[in-house]
């Protein structure tokens, strides 16, 4: 079983991948479903259950404690959430959508339907103050760059590049270009990265330690504009704070990835070959000075700000939960559950 963020909170606001998740094509199913965020927890909770025995790939909101949508890979059938940040269409073309509503239509009392929408107005407001932050986070990262680059030294980074391409990448052949996956984002419960998709999909991982990102960010860009030029099937994952950065890059048909490793990605697994970012610096001792060092501290202290944000508005998303949760019947969310699983496996 895969997992991969459908979305992701960064410094650009809300990011969705699910252009390059949700394939156009026609021989697909797809299930849309409704309800409300407890109802469809229940529903998918029992979906996979039901469907453990099969090559699932399992797509996780930003809060990565529940799922918004299921790819069920050898029946090329999926089954998506719709509404609020998970919101499908207009991706979907109408002859693609199986509309699934969960349970009927609720008409919630006056004073309870303005207590949810104030809980649902403070929970936005800290995803807000999340992304507002993480942007601040982005421009420090930008300012660790600039330290930096006056000491780059292109000759061995042109070397490192060509030898992946030629002894790594030369091989694949072309067939597609790239998608963007989200194996990491920062979450309510901290920074966190699929590493078992990770290790499903790569047998060797290039691990890049960074930490201020400069060096990885060049080597990750030139070989993925490589990669979509030579039409080399790639799944490139970027971090928060630039999407347009790359924290790992995915090779799939020859199972090889390329990782950028720093203090809020370690591998936790070992790596086919592990580079250090300094090898590539003409004075490697820039990493260690004071200006690059505060940056950093700088850079962890914005990001766990960032995630307390993350974590407050979860609570108020528990909070309306519970305010709903009367209204909800988690016994007709297993039902439809069991009915489809039964109709996609008969």
């Known amino acids: 079983m895969k997992k991969y963020f459908s979305s992701a909170i960064c410094s650009k606001g809300f990011m969705s991948a699910y252009n390059t998740i ?3 094509d026609p021989s697909a199913s797809v299930y849309i479903v409704n ?8 529903f998918f909770s029992q979906m996979i259950k039901y469907l453990s025995g099969y090559n699932i790939t399992l797509f996780n909101p930003f809060y990565d404690e529940c799922t918004d949508g299921i790819h069920i890979e050898n ?6 959430s719709d509404g609020g ?13 199986k509309q699934i509503n969960i349970v009927k239509d609720k008409a919630y009392k006056t004073d309870l339907l303005r207590e949810v929408l104030y809980h649902k107005a403070k929970e936005n407001n800290h995803y807000r103050d999340a992304c507002i932050t993480l942007k601040k986070a982005s421009l420090i990262k930008e300012r660790l760059h600039n330290e930096v680059s006056p000491y780059l030294n292109e000759d061995k980074i042109v070397n490192f590049i060509h030898r992946i391409k030629n002894k790594e990448l030369k091989r694949i052949k072309s067939q597609s ?4 996956r989200l194996l990491s984002s920062p979450t ?9 998709t990770i290790f499903t999909l790569c047998e060797k991982v290039v691990n890049i330690t960074d930490d201020t990102g400069f060096v990885a960010s060049i080597i990750s860009g030139v070989i993925k504009n490589f990669a979509v030029r030579e039409r080399i099937p790639i799944i490139a994952s970027p971090p928060y704070y630039k999407n347009e950065f790359l924290q790992f890059l995915i090779f799939p048909t020859v199972k090889i990835g390329i990782c950028v490793s720093d203090k809020s990605h370690i591998l936790p697994f070992e790596a086919y070959e592990n580079v250090c970012a300094s090898r590539f610096l003409t004075n490697p001792q820039i990493l260690n000075s004071k200006s690059v060092e505060a940056l950093l501290s700088i850079e962890e202290k914005l990001i766990d700000k960032a995630i307390l944000s993350l974590y407050e508005g979860r609570e108020e998303r528990f909070k309306y939960n519970d305010l709903v949760m009367g209204y909800s019947s988690s016994e007709e969310a297993t039902l439809s559950a069991k009915a489809l699983a039964e109709k996609l496996l008969s």
């Open 85 to 97: 940040y998970s919101k499908i269409n207009p991706i979907l073309p109408d002859i693609w959508e």
């Open 188 to 196: 309510p419960l901290g920074f966190h990265t699929h590493y078992d």
């Open 75 to 80: 029946l090329n059938t999926y089954i998506l």
């Open 177 to 180: 270009k790239g998608e963007i």
């Open 22 to 24: 949700y394939k156009n």
């Open 35 to 42: 309800g409300d965020d407890y109802e469809k927890s229940v």
